[in-house]
């Protein structure tokens, strides 16, 4: 019995003996069998019954490669925001494909794709193992970033014109639509580079992909400032911490940070609507936990409540707005909240004090953590290996504990959120203890 | 087709419905049809083949619970050595109990199994959870530990005569023998009284539990620890910076370590020996190293190497020495490979500086990091969602990303070690460059 | 030749030989002769033409001791804003108490001068040292604080019926206004209650005392954010880091963060104007500086360019509005420059991204760090020597590495500012390398 | 009146106007007139009996510099053991040189001395702005550093043929001793080469030196370990957690640890010889404590107890061994107390644990902290003006808040140690509780 596969793209058929240093240990993943099942739940069951269930390529070195690396020119990107780890996968990709493979021919494009369709403005950076060598220390990338699409071909003509083989791009949703563009447009072209990704989202919203690299590092910072907002709020006479984190559609930072620091009394998320009024409106219970407890710590992420403010500032808002890689501006639930809670409790006359929290980019530009570096580094290793053997148009990502090859467009059909059924918000719940009555029903 | 679950054992049959409150978000688990596939690589096919693969049961709660939780009396009692996140464990059963359950009697057993067996001398602590509400600030366990077996019957006896229908023993792979025949005699004994563990081991050596809390943390630890020595190396004229880590009979701190800061150039474990002299030994390879770098950094796991030492030191050996856990005396890798170090380079007549870290239980006495709380909150509560619904003799582990039940003695047949065949070791032979041949053959 | 002594006042003569343990190795302060001089630098050799010096009383533990600690009671209460070290202050002050000299009744009032003065309605805690052992692990206070004034005579009734002899404050310039107020009316009304300040303010503002506990914490929580904000200005293209401090009247943790972090670009504080517009304006400056270098880093003071704002929102102002402290509510300089920046470089027609940094209480609501400990450590201790030998309407500084007693008439008399003509001032100009023609010229 | 002035050496009259760029703002120091008084405690008031005080002169930039930016070379050279900041203070002289008076030939020599004597062996490094932009943020020298003296004459000969102006040079007592024979011999050579310290020791033991950059980050991260400490210490029965701190002849280290974490029971220094045995021995004190409380947390310093150690291996003894610098080499007093601890316990048949924590290295290979980072920032800044303007033979200190110049020789005369009858001495004993009679008096 064979496995189903789902299929990955391949600029051509690797046929070179692997170039990798200390072949003796290496363990050659075969590409017929290695394989990981996308279902592990129940539901495999169900798979078994029509056949067998679907599985993803594992990741890993191959004992035949397709790009000879003596005369292999790589090149590496990264796109969007900022997110911890980032300098790590650049410097594991350098290692990797200098002192595993020896590729010597390193370039780096500044500025994201703007830097790739513009290299003749703005210059690529030769790169090397020293060069590399601490700059897992900032946080950060060492090759800046920008946002936003960029014209294709000229950015295909950079690669046709430095003469690179290999393109590594690091980037989240927006990022990889353009990946999965770039290498369609490679393959009508009928050239033999390679695009390979390695997704990146401080949002962990990324499909197929359970935690995206720097998440964890990002949830510690949110954590320790939930304890600051603790702090206050137990500070001063009726005092409320209000903290505000990211998450524009998906509020995997709030749930997790509410769960990793259990001082949460109410996580606000886009994906669960809430009641503002009314007797099991959120104003409410919180009157009564501040008459009981004088002191509450409320998390919200970015993309809450959105569908209050819409409704509440009709007249002020400028809908459709969108940032630069097309995300629609977002209104302010941090402010929205903090004038809402003050006007709400001076009507009630009950004197309160309200201490808000933005964190904004503290929580994403530090350096990664011990667990994201060591995530990264594997990243980085097996999308080295994967662009070796000549696959392209697809990303590295963990599964179940394991490094796999994702066809990109599998990941770009839609974000990963929240599930409002899901076990991870309903731990949140328990952890925070909020009431059900004050969500919106479904229907 | 129903799957084929792993059993778990149970004290009686569950018949109260569940007390939890906010039952309306609560998704109670099928215990019939919650499932969790023990294979999901290829290895998944050939189970299918034969018929159907194994299942684990999902954890979570139950809409019937065996316990009365007005009546319930539950007991925690913690074993063995520290580390990150017993109190987190400890925070979080005590608010599950008592918030989510409405269970108010919990009684802390002080000083591990000994506490448990000489309750009369060590009185137990009654638990609240304002009492718990910041321990998981501090490292180490409020309970305090101890290692060692104690009278099982005694320990039974303390259970009954204080009218305990729940324990939670939160411990590592010897605690778990002893859980296991404690479940075992009272079932000998006809009483329904529920042992659930809660699996804890700083070297995370426990088979069927894929990373243990607190190991992230640690791994952490021991990260900046490196960094130090890679500095240390750096700063003077043929530096060796040598860092002993925990690490008894596995080597996955010092593994993950490795991989999570990239300047470790050896990495010695238990698993894979390695020889020391002659052209292929480590100390001619480090010494080309120095001839080239001026530096280097080892990281060797306290388990590593001790058939050198076996051998070298066979005279002064104390064979058979145990400590109070059972467990051998090891001979000191550190100060082995810094005497052997001298004298190599002094005969080489090498100039060289030896820093030498044994950071010891730094490493382990800390608080768990965000993420390891996070893991330990949900642990914790599936462990007493596995509690109320009487089941017992088991233990909560988390496998690819699902919270399962385990038989207890699943976990206790054999104790989980790096595969010197597998992916981590060859990521670290990898990460480090350190050559295969300083290794010994394993024919 | 005798000291000239700045006067410390006493409620009643010491006669009771000091009870502190450990006798042997105390060496007791002379009251006479213990002094430190209150100048040191070039002004010292006039003073001496003139005379002599002033001086200042050493603090530390006095052999004869007013208050008999069997029967005393002492009161603590912490007012003001949040500030790392409140609670190591609390901590050591009840462990001085306690296990020094043997105080064993002591109370905390909750939430500041509000609780002192209600002490009906919110109950005293009760503190003994088991009570605060570990309390120094929070940020925040443990007895919580309020702002504001309280009615005075009904504070001192509280401290009369519950039969207080001592009061420890801690708070900043406004609550010592308020105890060298109730320490005045304790005296006309004849009582021997001791009062005693500790000085705590997060913007270092207090004069005569040179850095207040809890800065160098702060300082340092600040200095790791202008990371984050470097990280994010390189990391896209023409990006501005900006970044708000604490500091409404004064710019100490600007300053020192500015000295701390060398990624600052830009400093700007209450205490020096600085031009906006024209060809020596900050636009201008910082025009250049994104075109030469692609990104700056700026750090503002809360209370810095509050002239540029009052003139730019004459109409919208509410001038005059004050928090509950009295201070007077300032404009958001943070707000005012994104705005300003984005305004005028959509002019120029420049493509700029503002990274907005507002890390409010983060920096504040944080544990003190072990210098700060440790400081907090021997401000308490001395607060108890000197409340135990009957001293009152005092406090305790640290003047050139000793600690003093302080009237506390002499610290309300005036903030603590930068000396723009000083050597912080210049370190920070030097540091930055801003431009001084873009800084208003004093006349 | 004229003060009476510290005597500091030049090598010429500075007469060329300064280049320090925005002189505008510079407020130049003025060397007749300011000054800082040595004395600042009641002796000062014997001195003006006397006549007048003596003074240091205040370090800064002065009007008139001696050496010309444009053709000035200036070398750095880092010596001994490494300590926090010293990436910092390269950084700034190399930004203050470059960007403030324009000096922009730098070169650092590697390895200490060493360097400096076999600069054709050992290359110096051409120092730029650039190349030190993100050095702070690593532990340790970027230069390296090397123990021990070199030939005087050789390192000369190297400044002449290199064309040096300007030596800087960090190190500690040993190192200083060099420099201030370096200087002597460079006048007499008739050479015109400045020679200016920055005075580096991790155990903040240097003469006229308040605190030593790099001690407060050291502090904190021993700090943190005594938390390690003190939860094993209460994690098990009858638990001992044994930490052993840097500190060979001064017990700095230990002391200001033992006062920021107040966990510690018993903190033993070089300086205040104990007990062992008998009634009143630290061993019989501490099972007392043991039967008491459980538990114990004690802090040694590496040069304490070397009395009772000689006594008992008077035969194992290698008398004399010194290391490179010339350091006595010390028995290890960690295992010297582990072991006698563990032999007095079991004679008295008491059960215990002991948790050995030894951190050698960790605590002093980190990177600065923001307070001694801003302290290392103004020692450079500080050594450059006294450079530039032709000052030798001396080094930069900060007595009482302000940064002054000191004859190299007035440091090297003798080591700072803890006054045993002082104030920081009394107040460990006092937050300790430790008792007075374990330590051996005086006479």
Chains 1, 2, 3, 4 share one sequence.
């Not at 070179?16 to 363990?27: A, Y």
């Not at 690179?164 to 490679?186: E, N, P, R, W």
């Not at 080295?384 to 467009?409: C, F, Q």
């Amino acid at each position: 019995m064979k496995p189903k596969k789902i299929k990955i793209s391949k600029v051509g058929t690797p046929q070179i003996p692997s170039s990798l240093k200390n072949k003796e240990w290496v363990h050659f993943i075969s590409s017929e069998n290695d394989v990981v099942a996308q279902l592990h739940k129940k539901n495999l069951l169900s798979e078994i019954e029509k056949g067998r269930p679907e599985f993803f390529e594992l990741a890993g070195p191959r004992e035949k490669i397709y790009f000879n690396p003596e005369e292999l020119k790589c090149g590496i990107v990264t796109c969007g925001g900022l997110c911890p780890g980032i300098n790590d996968v650049i410097r594991e990709l350098v290692i990797e494909l200098w002192q595993g493979y020896g590729v010597k021919q390193i370039e780096g494009f500044r500025y994201g794709y703007r830097g790739l369709a513009k290299a003749d403005e703005i210059k690529p950076i030769k790169i090397n193992p020293e060069l590399v060598d601490s700059i897992h220390r900032d946080g950060g990338t060492m090759l800046s970033s920008s946002r936003g699409p960029q014209d294709e071909d000229k950015m295909i003509d950079t690669l046709v014109n430095r003469g690179i083989g290999v393109l590594f791009i690091v980037g989240g949703d927006g990022t990889m639509k353009g990946a999965h563009s770039i290498a369609g447009k490679i393959k009508e072209r009928g050239l033999a580079i390679s695009v390979v990704g390695i997704p990146k989202t401080i949002d962990n919203d990324i499909s197929f992909v359970k935690n995206s690299f720097g998440f964890e590092t990002s949830v510690q910072a949110a954590a320790d400032i939930i304890d600051s907002a603790h702090t206050e709020a137990k500070g001063a006479p009726n005092c409320i911490g209000l903290v505000k984190l990211m998450g524009r559609t998906s509020g995997f930072i709030a749930s997790h940070t509410a769960l990793a620091n259990r001082n949460v009394n109410y996580c606000l998320l886009p994906e669960v609507p809430f009641k503002m009024k009314g007797k099991d409106g959120f104003l409410q219970i919180l009157k009564e936990r501040i008459k009981r407890k004088q002191h509450a710590v409320i998390v919200a992420a970015e993309g809450a409540g959105q569908d209050l403010m819409r409704k509440n500032m009709r007249k002020k808002s400028k809908k459709g707005q969108k940032d630069k890689s097309g995300n629609e501006k977002l209104k302010d639930i941090g402010i929205y909240l903090k004038d809402e809670l003050e006007d709400f409790f001076k009507k009630e006359e009950i004197e309160i004090n309200i201490k808000y929290f933005d964190p904004s980019y503290i929580i994403r530009s530090i350096p990664a953590n011990a667990m994201d570096s060591l995530y990264c580094v594997q990243l980085a290793q097996n999308a080295v290996h994967a662009a070796l053997s000549g696959r392209t148009d697809m990303l590295i990502s963990k599964w179940n504990a394991h490094y796999i090859h994702l066809p990109i467009e599998m990941v770009t059909k839609g974000r990963k959120k929240v599930n409002s059924d899901g076990r991870l918000w309903r731990t949140v719940m328990e952890a925070t203890g909020q009431p059900y009555s004050m969500f919106k029903s479904k229907d």
